[in-house]
């Protein structure tokens, strides 16, 4: 059997919008019973006639510190079950999120609550709040608002408008933030006039000192979130605004169909009608737009081009990822019976026709269905691997609701397709839980995790159901309370079809062996359902590299056929070439930083090959000091160095007029103190970098000093003392000879540093005197006299060799 998938392909470079403009935005999307949906334009009927609607955001519209029926994401969902027909409300937002968890997940995202996850449940418009977190998070406006410009286009590429919350006052903020809030409110009402909704004039302080102070009147008392009052604000400007922008709309629309992106033919004429689904029958590569005809004959502009690809139902279908076990919950078709009697719930064959192997989950066992103590043990992963991985329920999940029945909390969804590479089997029922199990719900206890792998759980359920009582399924981590719970709106209408991406994502979970998940109805709710249990898990191996570097990978598995692939950032894609076990890279750049690997083996790709390519440096080192000195005057040189590590080490060197380049003799300080003999003397530094990382060499030598020598051939007598006393020879190797002494009574030798080497106190009736400098080292000194008065005297000379 061949599958194929039909995929919206946007070009990065066509979400450049007038997002306040009337043009034509168009998005296609494929479903279930081999159909796909165009969408070109909005009317009243997209709000009141089963609008699908997804809110992306954080803890505002998560509806943190609040509860049913008060937060942001009740008073939506209550207004559009009061105000519309078959309506649908998704809730995927998070606490704590920003712009950047919104973008999408090639663009480092959150995967399950971005805007690849928005657009692919195919709301008719999305609502997106975030009031405060790029802010604490230190973005300036002029990043966010390049965010949030980049999330509306996108959607409006895909024929979705999104409606934008403004920012929300916040009192922990510094005056500088709480103006960049008011700010950044001001920028989101000019960027989308018609599709702003207010959250910041209706609930700040105007008689507060500063820009963004809460209303107390509509604080939750943290000086961060809303209460009830304050979010029903915010809904009453959402409503207002959906009103005014759903409008009648009447027109001609024009759809065009290329094979080639090229040559276009009219492919269907709608009056009245901005949404329409076709039956697909294609098997390569189609390309629609959209334009108005005008009553006067002409056109508007065309709108977007969207793509409908083919390619098979979904990566997992062509590509398998073994480190991922999926537990199917749901009754056996034998064993677990309806309260009528009649055999309940279908098994999932395993493998399906994906290849994956699935765990089948029928409770405590037998009839008893979903009872206190549940579980299941040593669960297999999609490629048939036994792990130490179980599941318990502790708690019973249908609460009071129907004790006698002999078949526990096990219901059927209503669905006949699958989702995804869900095969139908696994979406066509559940385990259901009953609203007496809250407040405090149950818990599904999953044991027997590595600690050293990255997690990442997926809950997903379903109901179809004709009512509109909401079935949410709300959870949170043991770690959390329930003001942080993430939920998920488990009923679809009827004739709705199963959403692969509709479920509650737990991402980077790790450095665990045990993980507590806390079920319950979210309030509201009567019921809510969990079909399936998704566990995919990496221990992505860091490939550390230098630049200029090698490295080589090598698949995981043996495999018959092998592809590599590389991901730098937008999805994985073949490298041409690369069909063998392993694969080189050579001549490393840093620009390859952050680029993953991955190979095929039989379409097996359990392993990720992370890269990192540390930046190559140069240790440097530099000398400086004085290189024009007199004879036998020594020179402080210093050093200064560049990636010499924690312990860097220093070996001086000299070439003279005897020797040429050699080291000189414990002279392995960053300083050296250095005589010059003659000049053309010279000297450097050799560095060797303690640096274990990337080097483009562990020993360099610095600059070369060359010194200027002024040879001493005499010392005159100090001028200030006239013709007074005289020394000689000068310079002199053993002796030197002071004469014209006269009433002269002490004298005394020391060098220039200061350091004595002779005094003498019997000189007043002395005339002359000869001294023995034989054992003084080599240099200029200084010989100073003094009379009784006071009167001094002094003279230099050279003691030579």
């Not at 609008?51 to 954080?58: A, D, E, I, N, Y």
């Not at 949170?476 to 009827?494: P, S, V």
Request: net charge neutral.
């Amino acid at each position: 059997m061949r599958y194929y998938l039909f995929v919206l392909v946007i070009c990065i470079t066509s979400l450049t919008v007038n997002a306040n403009d009337t043009t034509l935005h168009a998005g296609v999307y494929r479903n279930s019973d081999n159909t796909f949906t165009l969408r070109w334009n909005t009317n009243d009927k997209t709000l009141t006639t089963n609008p699908r609607v997804v809110g992306l955001g954080s803890s505002t519209l998560a509806g943190y510190l609040l509860s049913y029926p008060d937060r942001l994401g009740d008073k939506i969902s209550a207004w559009l079950t009061a105000n519309t027909s078959g309506a649908t409300w998704i809730n995927l937002s998070v606490a704590g999120y920003a712009s950047a968890n919104l973008l999408p997940t090639a663009q480092g995202g959150t995967p399950g609550s971005n805007i690849d996850s928005a657009l692919n449940c195919h709301p008719d418009f999305i609502f997106i709040s975030l009031p405060t977190n790029d802010v604490a998070n230190g973005l300036t406006n002029t990043a966010i608002m390049a965010n949030f410009r980049y999330l509306d286009a996108l959607a409006l590429n895909s024929g979705v408008p999104v409606f934008w919350e403004t920012t929300q006052p916040r009192t922990t903020f510094s005056a500088t933030l709480q103006t960049q809030l008011k700010e950044l409110a001001d920028s989101i009402r000019a960027a989308w006039p018609t599709r702003y909704v207010e959250g910041f004039s209706t609930v700040v302080n105007t008689a507060a000192s500063t820009d963004a102070e809460i209303n107390p009147a509509y604080s939750a008392g943290d000086g961060v979130h809303l209460n009830s009052a304050g979010n029903q604000l915010i809904a009453d400007s959402l409503f207002a605004r959906w009103t005014n922008y759903f409008q009648p709309l009447t027109g001609v629309y024009i759809i065009e169909r290329s094979a080639d992106g090229n040559t276009w033919t009219t492919f269907d004429t709608v009056t009245d009608t901005v949404k329409k689904t076709y039956s697909n029958t294609y098997t390569s590569t189609q390309y629609f737009r959209v334009r108005t005809q005008y009553p006067n004959g002409t056109y508007s502009a065309y709108s977007n081009i969207v793509t409908l690809s083919v390619g098979s139902t979904s990566t997992s279908a062509s590509l398998r990822n073994t480190n991922r076990i999926l537990v199917d919950l749901g009754g056996d078709g034998v064993n677990t019976v309806l309260p009528n009697g009649s055999p309940m719930g279908q098994a999932t064959a395993t493998p399906d026709v994906y290849g994956n192997y699935w765990n089948n989950w029928y409770g405590s066992g037998g009839s008893a269905g979903f009872r206190d103590g549940a579980g299941i043990s040593n669960l297999i992963t999609t490629g048939d691997s036994v792990t130490t991985v179980s599941m318990k329920i502790i708690g019973a999940p249908d609460g009071t609701y129907n004790t006698t029945a002999t078949t526990r909390a096990i219901n059927n969804n209503g669905f006949t397709v699958g989702a995804g590479d869900y095969p139908s089997t696994a979406v066509s029922d559940n385990m259901f839980l009953h609203n007496s199990i809250n407040p405090n719900g149950v818990i599904l206890r999953i044991k027997g995790l590595s600690k050293n792998n990255i997690y990442h759980f997926k809950l997903w359920g379903a109901r179809l159901d004709a009512g509109t009582t909401p079935r949410i399924l709300e959870t949170r981590l043991a770690a959390e309370d329930w003001t942080a719970a993430r939920n998920m709106e488990t009923r679809y209408g009827t004739g709705a079809s199963p959403e692969y991406d509709r479920a509650i994502n737990y991402s980077g979970i790790e450095g665990v062996d045990s993980l507590d998940l806390y079920l319950r109805v979210g309030t509201g709710s009567t019921f809510a359902s969990l079909s399936l249990i998704d566990i995919s898990y990496s221990k992505i191996d860091t490939l550390t590299a230098c630049e200029g570097g090698n490295v080589t990978m090598s698949a995981p598995v043996a495999g018959t056929s092998y592809q590599w692939q590389q991901d730098k950032g937008s999805g994985f894609v073949n490298i041409n070439g690369a069909t063998s076990a392993t694969f080189t890279l050579n001549n490393l750049l840093p620009a390859w930083s952050g680029y993953r690997f991955r190979c095929l083996a039989d379409k097996d790709s359990s392993a990720v090959h992370y890269l990192q390519v540390n930046t190559s440096v140069t240790p440097t080192i530099t000398i400086s000091g004085s290189t024009s000195l007199r004879q036998y005057v020594a020179t402080i040189l210093s050093s200064t160095i560049t990636n010499g590590g924690s312990y860097p080490f220093y070996q001086w060197m000299d070439s003279t007029n005897t020797h040429t380049w050699a080291t000189i003799t414990e002279a392995t300080a960053d300083t050296l103190k250095y005589t010059p003999k003659k000049t053309g003397d010279k000297i450097l530094c050799l560095l060797s970098s303690s640096l274990t990382g990337c080097l483009t060499a562990t020993e360099v030598s610095s600059n070369q000093l060359s010194f200027k020598v002024d040879v001493i051939t005499a010392v005159n007598p100090d001028p200030s003392t006239g013709t007074g006393p005289r020394i000689y020879p000068n310079p002199a190797s053993t002796t030197v000879t002071i004469d014209q002494l006269s009433n002269w009574k002490t004298i005394t030798i020391h060098s220039l540093d200061g350091k004595s080497y002779l005094k003498r106190d019997d000189m007043q009736t002395t005339t002359s005197l000869t001294l023995a400098i034989s054992h003084l080292p080599k240099g200029v000194y200084l010989l100073a006299l003094t009379k009784a008065n006071g009167t001094t005297s002094s003279m230099k000379f050279v003691k030579a060799d």
